[in-house]
């Protein structure tokens, strides 16, 4: 079993509500259910405020901490700040499933090292 994941929230120009706390969880746990530990993820929300073309844009940036990978990154920028939450949370789901299915290959790899096929 994977051990759970601490997540920090921090905004700017902004207070995240329950609610958005609450979605916020929700979409971090789909991460967490992918099996690969993820020590730490924090979460950097900030709602922009334009006088031009495009008065209100919410942008939210995720870096997760993993073991044995590092840090890695994601951003996601939308009208709505939920709907940036879940493109970030998507980027950083294929970055996982990537990192583990590179594991997975690699575990292969060595437990067939020497057999011929």
């Known amino acids: 079993m994977v051990p759970r994941m601490k997540t920090l929230i921090q905004a700017k120009n902004m207070k995240p509500t329950r609610a958005l706390r609450r979605f916020i969880d929700e979409q971090v746990n789909k991460v967490q259910r992918l099996g690969v530990p993820i020590a730490r993820l924090r979460v950097f929300l900030e709602n922009i405020t ?4 495009d008065p209100h844009r919410a942008s939210v940036q ?8 590092g840090k890695v990154t994601v951003k996601s920028q939308a009208h709505d700040l939920y709907l940036a ?7 950083l789901m294929r970055h996982v499933r990537k990192e583990k299915e590179k594991r ?6 060595k437990r067939h090292r020497g057999k011929l096929w």
């Not at 334009?50 to 073309?53: I, M, T």
């Open 50 to 53: 334009r006088k031009d073309s």
């Open 104 to 109: 997975i290959s690699i575990s292969r790899r």
């Open 62 to 69: 995720m870096e997760a901490n993993i073991p044995g990978k």
């Open 85 to 91: 939450v879940n493109e970030a949370v998507r980027s």
